[in-house]
């Protein structure tokens, strides 16, 4: 199934394309984003790609196998720090883009265990060469756990009776199976919405979610190239991000918002506002561009693009700060 790139050109846009720059792709997936901004770049441009699914490594060396501009590398965009820096590229990166959401040949591949609707092994690992599959977390993990995982992760207010069941069914034989974890919560969810009358989504959506985001550690890689990000990009280097859930989307947020502002809190000192600039500068290293949604035609066109918020802030060039410039808040 073809992949279709959710505010693909809103992404692009907001990069602000240096035709002679150098750009990251975090998350290549089929390749999308990665084709409209070489399709920007001249010769002298470049793109270094991330992903760690083998097969989207694959996907990216077949397609652009003949364009000097281009390299992809099988490594989560969390180790992105440790790449740039050995290729001396540190403070040099113009745009980073990550694109948050699953790809749809990830998710309609019923082996890579993503999807409730289509059966296949209780996988879940964006990278199938390293790491604890979804099944083996389930058969190991405690009901604590399972709970704590569903309701912080998936925000399941089901979260306990579902773990609980977990527990019942895999005293009987392993949960081996995506049909076999879909039933049993289904079958903790489906009678309450019967009640309520309430089918917006399928009933296993946000406990896979939650079980996808952990055994991938999606939020500690968010949090990681979060910290990393003043050091990776240029003076005036975009950050882009589209995230697909609120966690995932509060996160990005709370670092654009924490880290756009000159005073944090305004002692009551009396200083000049030079003095105060000098004092609390450090603690401003982004401008705040601002947030897109997607269309209604794109929600239209793609249900994928319902939940999707891009956000973008810009590296600030420290020999230059204009407090007014980075008033605008999230």
């Not at 959401?101 to 690992?125: T, V, Y």
């Not at 993990?141 to 895999?170: D, M």
């Not at 009396?270 to 401008?287: G, P, R, V, Y």
């Amino acid at each position: 199934m073809h992949h279709k790139s959710v505010l693909l050109h809103e992404a692009i846009e907001a990069l602000n394309i240096d035709p002679s720059g150098i750009y990251i792709d975090g998350t290549f997936g089929s390749g999308g984003h990665s084709r409209l901004i070489l399709s920007k770049l001249t010769k002298f441009g470049r793109l270094i790609a991330f992903d760690k699914d083998h097969l989207s490594v694959e996907i990216g060396k077949t397609i652009f196998n003949q364009d000097s501009r281009f390299s992809i590398v099988h490594m989560s965009f969390s180790k992105a720090m440790n790449y740039v820096h050995n290729v001396k590229l540190l403070g040099s990166i113009n745009g980073i883009l990550l694109d948050l959401g699953i790809c749809e040949n990830q998710l309609f591949d019923a082996n890579r265990g993503f999807s409730f609707i289509k059966d296949g092994p209780l996988d879940m690992r964006m990278d199938i060469t390293t790491g604890q599959t979804a099944a083996q977390w389930i058969a190991m993990s405690s009901q604590e756990h399972i709970t704590w995982v569903l309701k912080n992760l998936g925000e399941e207010r089901f979260c306990k009776k579902i773990a609980k069941s977990i527990l019942f069914h895999r005293r009987i034989r392993p949960i081996v199976r995506t049909h076999e974890l879909s039933k049993i919560v289904s079958d903790i969810i489906v009678p309450s919405r019967i009640k309520k009358n309430s089918w917006n989504k399928h009933p296993a959506t946000r406990s896979f979610l939650a079980i996808r985001m952990h055994i991938n550690k999606e939020l500690e890689a968010i949090a990681k190239v979060l910290k990393d990000m003043y050091n990776l990009l240029s003076n005036k280097g975009r950050l882009v991000i589209i995230s697909f859930n609120s966690l995932e989307d509060r996160l990005v947020k709370h670092f654009i918002y924490k880290h756009s502002r000159i005073f944090p809190e305004l002692p009551k000192l009396a200083l000049t506002e030079s003095q105060i600039i000098n004092i609390f500068s450090s603690s401003c290293q982004f401008k705040n561009i601002g947030k897109i949604i997607p269309t209604k035609q794109e929600i239209k066109e793609n249900i994928r693009a319902r939940s999707a918020i891009l956000r973008c802030a810009e590296k600030i060039d420290k020999t230059y700060i204009n407090r007014y410039d980075l008033s605008k808040t999230i």
